[in-house]
């Protein structure tokens, strides 16, 4: 039975690779792929921006609740100037509007917003993909996808679970469907979230197709005041990378590290290109004065360290899902994939007439290989002096919020998380689980609805994992060395209990100070390897310490995981069951 339905799948995908891309790409190697991104000059096209979409109708007194259908669709998008169009999976109100990434939707706080998402793509993917991970195979064929808001406050049933997943015209649903139209209350502070695909299984890919877009809850009362640059000044710069062949098609390795085990999966993608608004290494045109960039790493796999190559410094505003106290600035700043960070930058300080945006950060991060010429840059920012000179009526506040910085005292239980990568007897990655739980076993993560809880998350790989968690926010208040590691990690791969194992007895090493541009509210924290990261958890809103308006506690719940896609789709991801 298993046999068959593997040779089903092997099946139809040799037929799609003939369908959708004409001639048959010849074997790639990493040398292809660095000489396709090599010949594409830097600079060249201009920074895109995505369409808007407001979130709401009316304005003002008078501003309503909104109402959206966002597609999903199969089309070329040009890259670069000079690199053939390329097929890609793109959100959009239509076929011809449709964007890499999608349409920017702006919300306004407590102002509710329906969306229905609708899939419209085809029959079969643009990208390999790998049934021997927890995968959604629809019986008839098709694309399953599903939408989650990253970031967002909402009920379940609209949280995109992996297994509420459906395919084109909703002809096939995963077990969890509920629902077609999903609905935002938009009840969390002014914050920049995105959303993305969460398909069970495919989430890598779907991300790597295009399927992302940025989605912003705005707070005029509160924001206003600030003065922060806004309109023309006010950009997302949505970073993501990605290889390409030499057609222009989008490369994903089919042969997988442990080939007999998983005949596609890698545990990390890494691109040598990078793509900033859907174009690579494009340039922007600034005026001397203060701009704001909300900058979304929205890799798969890869870390941005970002600087700018003339000492400019980032005035950092804001991370994902708040703002700080007060702006910090630094002269560069590190960003995991699913990470924002929310700056201003000063072009009147600078001292040239351009500028580039650079990133220093090793892949696999902290211990993989340095940044090269290629993937070391990211886009270029280009003065021009208008005449006359217009008057920069910007500020940067001194003073933002006011939420209080947490302490392990706020919380009432203490949960451990254990981060495991399993390997091969040849040392390559089989799989990635937390606390050595698969996401189909029983949800172990039960809190209290309103409560605010302290995560030990021990990281016994060796890589440095983003943590996402779905309705809750979190920031990380420590982070410890854990000390005569192979004697705990042996404790804890024979136990797998932290408490038994003695934590606080190999939680004695070095601590690594949390940036201050990382101090707020959060919905991805970094997680260094061979530390133990103490996370304060909570499941309730910042500034209105009331009941969330829906029910948090009814199915299909939601999910705590890595945000490494590759990681999350095997299977570094658990259920995460809200109790009353
Ligand atoms: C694809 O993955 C296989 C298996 O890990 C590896 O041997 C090969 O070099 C990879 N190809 C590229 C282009 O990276
Ligand atoms: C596409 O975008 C244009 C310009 O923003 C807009 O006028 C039009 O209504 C959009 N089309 C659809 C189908 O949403
Ligand atoms: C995000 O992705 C980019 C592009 O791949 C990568 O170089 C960078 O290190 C990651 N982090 C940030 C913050 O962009
Ligand atoms: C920037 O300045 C350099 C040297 O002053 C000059 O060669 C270059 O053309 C200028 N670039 C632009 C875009 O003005
Ligand atoms: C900036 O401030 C000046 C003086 O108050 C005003 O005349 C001008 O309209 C403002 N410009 C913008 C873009 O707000
Ligand atoms: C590490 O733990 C092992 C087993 O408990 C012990 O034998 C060893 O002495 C310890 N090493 C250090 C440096 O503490
Ligand atoms: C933890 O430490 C205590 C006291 O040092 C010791 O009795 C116990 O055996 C240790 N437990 C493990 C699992 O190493
Ligand atoms: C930095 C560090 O100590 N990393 C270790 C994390 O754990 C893995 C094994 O699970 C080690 O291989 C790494 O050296
Ligand atoms: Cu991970």
Partial sequence: MSSFVVFVIVFSLAVSAADAQSPPPAPVTGQTLQQVAGSLKMYVDPLPDMPKLNGYSGSGNSRRPGSLTIGMYQKKWQFHRDLPPTTVFVYGTSLANATFPGPTIIAKQGTPLQVTWQNHLPQHHILPIDTTVPTAIPKNGGVPTVVHLHGGVHEPQSDGSALAWFTADFSEKGPKWTKATYTYPNILHAANLWYHDHALGLTRANLLAGLIG?????????????????????????????????????????????????????????????????????????????????????????????????????????????????PVATPSVLLAPAEISDVVIDFSRLTSNETELLNDAPYPYPTGSPAGPLNGKVMKFVLARPNPTQPDNSTIPVKQVNYPLPSAADATVTRYIAMYEYLSPAGLSTHLYINGKRFEDPATESPKVGSIELWEVINLTGDNHPLHIHLGLFQRIKVQQLVNLTDFQNCMSANNDAVACNISRHATGPTMAVPEYEKTWKNVVKMEPGYVTSVIVRFNLVDQKSQYPFDPTAEPGYVYHCHILDHEDNAMIRPLKMVA
Avoid at 245 to 250: A, Q, R, Y
Avoid at 279 to 285: I, M, N, R, S, V
Avoid at 299 to 324: C, E, H, K, P, T
């Fill in 214 to 326: 940025a989605y912003n809850i705005q707070n005029d009362d509160v924001e206003t005041p600030f003065d922060l640059p806004c309109d023309e000044y006010d950009r997302h710069l949505i970073i993501v990378d990605r290889n390409f062949n030499v057609d222009g098609s989008l490369y994903m390795n089919s042969t997988g590290d442990n080939p007999t085990i998983h005949p596609e999966w890698q545990p990390e993608y890494f691109g040598e290109a990078i793509i900033v608004n859907g174009k690579a290494w494009p340039y922007l045109t600034v005026k001397p004065r203060r701009y704001r960039f909300r900058i979304l790493n929205a890799s798969n796999a890869r870390y941005l360290r970002l600087s700018l190559s003339n000492g400019l410094q980032f005035i950092v505003i804001g991370s994902d899902s708040s703002y700080l106290n007060a």
